[in-house]
């Protein structure tokens, strides 16, 4: 079992910074994919921005030059840190992670979501 806990919304003005963090935790054996997704109200949930263990990453166009995503593997953390954010990032950000435990199968797991708001 992977339990993953997220840390860092909360209320910022237009222009301002916010950092996320996603630890998580249990029996694993490697994170494969380490990942941000986004939940607004009324629509869809869509990606943000995801790493590899291979060292791919991407970003939704809408974040990029904005949104940095980084990963401490030492601490199995995952970090998006959110610059010149604008209202329209105002969503629950959900933090994803492919892992395989030390069962050997692979499984995907979710945080349970913290809430950004930006607004003046």
């Known amino acids: 079992q992977v339990q993953l806990v997220e840390s860092g919304g909360g209320l910022v003005q237009p222009g301002g910074s916010l950092r996320l963090s996603c630890a998580a935790s249990?029996?694993?054996?490697?994170?494969?994919?380490m990942g941000w997704y986004r939940q607004a109200p009324g629509k869809q949930r869509e990606l943000v921005a995801r790493t590899t263990s291979g060292g791919t990453t991407n970003y939704t166009d809408s974040v990029k030059g904005r949104f940095t995503i980084s990963r401490d593997n030492a601490k199995n953390t995952v970090y998006l840190q959110m610059n010149s954010l604008k209202p329209e990032d105002t969503a629950v950000y959900y933090c994803?992670?492919?892992?395989?435990?030390?069962?050997?199968?692979?499984?995907?797991?979710w945080g349970q979501g913290t809430q950004v708001t930006v607004s003046s």
């Open positions: 249990g029996s694993i054996l490697r994170i494969y994919s």
């Open positions: 994803n992670q492919v892992v395989v435990t030390t069962t050997g199968y692979e499984y995907m797991y």
